[in-house]
């Protein structure tokens, strides 16, 4: 086994690049999850908010949804800018939850809607 040494400054640079690219690795994973549709109910239980709630917020403009056929749809990437534009306090515990939650919606076999072609 090799043993090399490198002075304090050269391993700080060097850590702090690398817990850079794990930063920037974790929101591209993050990200991925953001195309991902959820209808009302699922919104609604995943918030912990009523339907009623979810109706007065899309009415007010606080957050983007799609309309088809009658049923309203939203992605999580629209959950999480109306969580960030409203938040007191910077914790994305709620924005965790739903990530854990579409997680396990990709495992059963929902498909992420991706630009690949």
């Known amino acids: 086994m090799k043993i090399i040494t490198i002075e304090d400054e050269a391993w700080q640079q060097l850590n702090s690049r690398i817990n850079a690219i794990a930063d920037y690795l974790k929101r591209q994973e993050d990200k991925s999850y953001d195309d991902l549709w959820l209808n009302n109910h699922e919104v609604c239980q995943y918030l912990h908010i009523s339907e ?65 072609k």
């Open 52 to 116: 009623k709630t979810l109706w007065r917020m899309r009415t007010k403009g606080e957050i983007a949804y799609s309309k088809i056929y009658g049923q309203y749809f939203y992605t999580i990437g629209a959950i999480r800018d109306m969580l960030n534009a409203n938040a007191i306090q910077s914790s994305d515990e709620f924005v965790q939850e739903l990530m854990a939650k579409g997680k396990s919606y990709v495992k059963k076999g929902r498909k992420i809607k991706t630009d690949n």
